[in-house]
């Protein structure tokens, strides 16, 4: 997970340049990370780092800090304490490059339901700064590829709640981003929906080489090639691929790791890998 | 697929990219307006019956004498009318810190704070395109009043456009500093009440301030000290071709104080550092 490592070229990747990194930058890197609520910590000493066109499952139960984390990632709340980096650059000196390279998929909807597919996409092109012309070519590409091409005009109010969380993946992708942050991005979907959305991302990562942090409470949301990081009361208590994880609590699959490690009832979802 | 060395440059942001930001924020802005006809209504319903009922009624109570910028004696309606040009102003700028907060409650607003551009320059957009909404309004006010008899010189619907543009964006940023500091929607109400109704009442929108200050000397100070009583003057020197220079520099002065105000409230390392987590979340 800490390893700068070549994006891997898919057979069907679409015409982006992919770097390299042989700088070793990692997608991101989160260094030291404190925050507090006035007297209530939510956040203590976060280290870790998701390398670019890797998968990493951020797994807690609710209130574990999860959406505080994303949310000074996005640079939603400020920095007390630590670093957090996008590509090399600091949120806090660069932010525009920084939230430039960025793709985000909040826990709450955060689609305009008054407005149509497209329109919502053109908005976020544009403040992205994203030419009107460009934008509309995008746009058709990203809703071709989830599948919503013939609902373009239709108003989001009227899309289901999947076709909603595969809008809101799209116009998160819409500016190439080389990092996607998804906070609890499957919630309130069916099986199917999950599956869906879930192979979707993952097919971003093998045929885009983009870095994806995954907030999650739900175990079987995690393969076994995935990196990991274990995330309870503020605190992160295991990190790395998920079969080291499992190896160092001395546990058979994610689901016992994590109740070894929190000593915290399983949270909901089917057995882990 | 060709590969390339990424090095952490920052590259900036062009003028291009920066005039695309405002043109899709004030689009935005102007579709949800459009989807909204109700608001459009009831933003026109509002001066006009302050301007077919109120007016008429007390056309022959208060007697206006001739004052700047009105070289003649004038009819009652004739004088209140940039007060109520100010008004639809100060209410769409309440309507869009009302919209700020709900997007917030509702999560969009997250689509605009995470924008890579300066969010100064974000808020400011928001601004323009809120201001542009409340042009369209005013305009269209100014086009039935014109039916009412109530006619500057022609040439004051064009002078007056500077001024309709410094007062809504002195009115909207007073209404985005004030939606920086409410967490939830169901407390904007009480807050209208406290902002809306003193800073109408409390000004020059309805009466002169010698006739104020006839009746009560500590509320003429009040009302001079109101910026929205320099919002209405200068639409109403401005309506007449003429510049009421006071008016420009406290209407100017406090559209730069509000919005600086509501940029270091929206600055996450200050204003919404001190909030908590949108609820359900952590």
């Known amino acids: 997970m800490t390893t700068s490592t070549a994006p891997t070229t898919g057979q069907n990747a679409p015409d982006i340049p992919a770097p390299a990194y042989a700088d070793g930058t990692q997608a991101l890197s989160i260094s030291g990370v404190n925050h507090s609520y006035g007297s209530r910590r939510a956040l203590i000493d976060i280290n870790f780092s998701v390398a670019p066109a890797s998968f990493t499952a951020l797994l807690g139960l609710n209130g574990a800090g999860k959406s505080t984390l994303f949310a000074l990632v996005t640079r939603l709340f400020g920095i007390q304490a630590g670093h957090i980096g996008i590509f090399g650059h600091d949120i806090r000196l660069a932010p525009g490059e920084a939230l430039r390279l960025l793709g985000v998929v909040f826990q709450p909807r955060t689609l305009d339901l008054d407005l149509s597919v497209t329109q919502n996409l053109l908005y976020h092109a544009a403040l992205h700064g994203i030419g009107r012309r460009d934008a509309r070519s995008r746009s058709g590409d990203v809703l071709t590829r989830i599948g919503l091409a013939d609902r373009a005009g239709s108003k989001v109010r009227d899309l289901s709640g999947g076709q909603m969380r595969r809008l809101e993946i799209a116009r998160a992708l819409l500016h190439r981003p080389r990092l996607l942050l998804l906070d609890e991005a499957t919630v309130g979907l069916d099986v199917k929906a999950r599956a869906d959305i879930l192979s979707h991302v993952r097919q971003l990562v093998a045929e885009q080489g983009i870095g994806v942090l995954w907030a999650t409470h739900l175990f079987d949301e995690i393969a076994a090639g995935d990196d990991l990081v274990v995330l309870h009361q503020g605190q992160i208590l295991a990190q790395g691929p998920v079969a080291r994880v499992i190896a160092e609590a001395g546990a058979d699959n994610v689901n016992a790791a994590f109740m070894r490690l929190t000593g915290a009832a399983a949270p909901t979802g089917s057995p882990a890998p | ?282």
């Not at chain 2, 809306?196 to 006739?211: D, E, V």
């Open chain 2, 1 to 282: 697929m060709s590969s390339t060395t990424v090095r952490p440059v920052e590259r900036g942001f062009s003028f291009a990219e920066y005039l695309t930001c405002l043109n899709g924020i004030v689009w935005r802005e102007a579709l949800r307006f459009l989807h909204q006809r109700e608001r459009f209504v009831s933003a026109l319903v509002r001066p006009l019956v302050w301007l077919f009922i109120f007016a008429a009624g007390f056309r022959q109570v208060l007697g206006i004498s001739i004052i700047p910028p009105y070289e003649t004696y004038i009819l009652y309606e004739v004088y209140i009318a940039p007060g109520l040009m100010a008004m639809i102003q100060l209410f769409n700028g309440m309507q869009s810190s009302l919209s700020m907060v709900y997007d917030r409650e509702m999560g969009n607003m997250r689509t605009l704070l995470v924008s890579p551009l300066p969010r100064g320059y974000l808020l400011f957009c928001k601004l323009l395109a809120g201001t542009a909404v409340s042009l369209l309004q005013v305009y269209a006010f100014l086009l039935i009043a014109w039916f009412w008899d109530i006619a500057p010189p022609p040439t004051g619907y064009l002078t007056v456009l500077p001024a309709l543009v410094l007062s809504g964006l002195m009115l909207g940023a007073l209404g985005m500093l004030i939606s920086s500091g409410i967490k939830q929607l169901e407390n904007f109400a009480g807050v209208m009440n406290f902002v809306i109704f003193p800073m109408f009442f409390a000004s020059s929108a309805l009466y002169p301030l010698w006739r104020v200050r006839e009746g009560s000397p500590l509320l003429y100070y009040v009302c001079l000290f109101n910026p929205f009583t320099h919002a209405v003057e200068l639409i109403r020197f401005a309506l007449y071709g003429q510049i009421n220079w006071i008016s420009l520099l406290v209407v100017g002065g406090c559209a730069a104080v509000f919005m600086l105000g509501a940029i270091y409230a929206y600055d996450p390392s200050r204003g919404l550092v001190r909030r908590g987590p949108a609820g359900g979340e952590t």
